[in-house]
């Protein structure tokens, strides 16, 4: 099981740290992406990371202003947002799978989603 934190209401510019969480799973076993979901719009990968090496990889929109992280010790990967402006607002997605992708069609496991609002 896959377990996102709890998202919130951001205001323009503001800073937000989502973690994932997982139980049955070990994460450093497996590449991790965050997706976002907005109400019809296609979702969008947005980061991902590497099991192994910890390489990481960003979608133009998020470049220098998200940054994926991870702590085995604690089994959690964490997606730091900063600068975060209203068009970021949406439905965040954790996922694991083999190797890290923006494609969602490569994950075998999802978190249940965080609503972030990114609103003054």
């Known amino acids: 099981q896959l377990v996102e934190s709890e998202g919130g209401l951001v205001q323009p510019g503001g800073s937000l740290t989502l973690s994932c969480s997982a139980s049955g799973f070990i994460l450093e076993y497996y590449a991790t992406g965050w997706f976002r979901q907005v109400p019809g719009k296609e979702r969008e990968g947005l980061s991902c990371?590497?099991?192994?090496?910890?390489?990481?990889f960003y979608a133009d929109s998020v470049k220098g202003r998200f940054t994926i992280s991870r702590d085995n010790a604690k089994n959690t990967v964490y997606l730091q947002m900063s600068n975060l402006k209203p068009e970021d607002t949406g439905v965040y997605y954790c996922?694991?799978?083999?190797?890290?992708?923006?494609?969602?069609?490569?994950?075998?496991?999802w978190g249940q989603g965080t609503q972030v609002t990114v609103s003054s």
């Open positions: 996922a694991i799978g083999p190797w890290p992708s923006m494609r969602g069609s490569e994950y075998r496991y």
């Open positions: 990371i590497s099991r192994d090496d910890g390489d990481s």
